[in-house]
């Protein structure tokens, strides 16, 4: 069956007027990856429940009565909140595929309209994960288990914000590039971790610090060649390993700007099953985040506009 018989006609018109008016806003399918999240979120909340196992069943008779409830609903996390999470994600690398199909002109865009398309973009990878959502709310039970399903998408929402600007800079590179920059970049920060425990620097702020002075050196040699318009295509690659390690440097930043007293207490902020989607992290791990990538992103595209001076 053509997924093309459920769609609402209005909802064909409003992504065909899109399509030729606001082509930059077609492209990131806000219209449809709302439609199918929402309508999946629905059918998750509602219906969820009449396919778990309910915490009142008494299975395990000779243990008290709220750990029996907690290990009842514990055997849900599974199929109600590991499995969708895990095709939460698939879904984002799907729409990322999208994106890397289409070849939509940004040179147009100001400062303004790419932090506008960043947010945007956002919005679609929260639609996506909102299914997860409905899903954990409707089938647990045990407010426990429920705030672990919750920090989990906190979690993979926060670190995996890179995908809202890969759309602008995605076509840059091969879909094999992708994938070894990405293995790249974990063969060298295991190494480096090697290192460290050798030396004997074991601590989370020691680690974090020898990578967060790493970063720091890589964005300056990068924003020099985009600068000076001598890059090559091997500072792109550096650059979109910076961009997407950024989100696991970012806390770090915000410990040595006194947010938080501790490096613990700054990375757990990314996703702490005691303070969910505060509004602490929404303003630093958000949007401090997608402002800083929008306006990174909008430096190194327009710097991608002009030839390469040399090789």
Not at 5 to 28: G, N, V
Not at 32 to 51: N, P, R
């Amino acid at each position: 069956m053509s997924f093309d018989q459920i769609k609402p006609e209005f909802l064909k018109r409003a992504d065909q007027y899109l399509l030729t008016r606001y082509p930059i806003i077609w492209q990131s399918r806000i219209i449809w990856v709302a439609f199918y999240s929402l309508s999946l979120f629905t059918l998750a909340y509602l219906f969820g429940d009449y396919f778990d196992f309910e915490p009142d069943r008494v299975l395990y008779p000779q243990l008290e009565h709220d750990y029996n409830r907690y290990l009842i609903d514990r055997q849900d996390r599974l199929a109600f909140a590991q499995i969708p999470l895990f095709l939460s994600v698939l879904t984002i690398f799907y729409w990322l595929y999208v994106q890397y199909q289409q070849n939509i002109n940004y040179s147009k865009l100001n400062i303004a309209g790419f932090l506008g398309v960043t947010l945007l973009n956002f919005v679609c990878v929260v639609l996506m994960l909102l299914p997860v959502v409905g899903l954990a709310y409707s089938a647990f039970d045990v407010t426990k288990l429920l705030n672990e399903a919750l920090k989990n998408i906190q979690f993979i929402l926060t670190l995996g914000l890179s995908a809202v600007i890969l759309p602008f800079i995605i076509r840059e590179f091969s879909l094999i590039e992708i994938v070894l920059v990405v293995f790249t970049g974990f063969v060298y920060c295991f190494l480096v971790a090697i290192a460290l425990n050798v030396i004997g620097m074991h601590s989370t702020g020691d680690v974090m610090g020898v990578f967060f002075l790493n970063f720091t050196v890589f964005v300056g040699m990068i924003s020099a060649r985009f600068y000076q318009r001598t890059y090559t295509q091997q500072t792109k690659r550096l650059a979109l390993l910076c961009l997407l390690s950024f989100t696991l440097i970012f806390p770090y930043a915000l410990y040595l700007l006194d947010v938080y007293p501790s490096v613990n207490r700054a990375y757990n902020g990314v996703a702490n099953h005691y303070r969910l989607f505060a509004f602490e992290w929404l303003a630093t791990n958000i949007f401090v985040v997608l402002s800083i990538y929008g306006l990174f992103t909008y430096f190194m595209y327009r710097s991608l506009l002009f030839p390469i001076k040399r090789k």
